[in-house]
């Protein structure tokens, strides 16, 4: 088994876990669509509690990959909804999980399709 599929297998994995209602195809595509950044530890997980992080991925994620266009304020409370969904003492909040969850919620699962 790849280091890659070791990881969509964790992802997957943890998504049941989590009762995130996530297909694997869903994860497998998020994840791949991450490309090496999966492999680093402070990568692949996203802060809940840095504003950095939520800046980013605000900025770089639903406006940058998915296009949204709502507020910044819309786009934190969608980003809060998610770390709740994935729970707040849940220190591992794999960041394949995190979008997929977003694209979900926006209705964006197609930016993963080739």
Avoid: H, W
């Amino acid at each position: 088994m790849s280091k890659f599929e070791e990881k969509v297998e964790l992802y997957i994995k943890k998504s049941k876990e989590l009762d995130l209602g996530l297909s694997d195809d869903l994860i497998t595509m998020a994840t791949a669509a991450l490309g090496p950044s999966i492999y680093r530890k402070d990568a692949e997980i996203v802060s809940c509690s840095q504003e950095s992080e939520i800046n980013t991925v605000i900025n770089s994620f639903l406006k940058g990959k998915l296009g949204l266009n709502e507020s910044d304020d819309k786009l934190k409370e969608a980003i809060m909804e998610v770390c709740e969904k994935m729970g707040k003492s849940n220190p591992n909040k794999f960041r394949a999980l995190f979008y997929a969850l977003l694209a979900k919620k926006f209705g964006k699962e197609s930016v993963y399709n080739a």
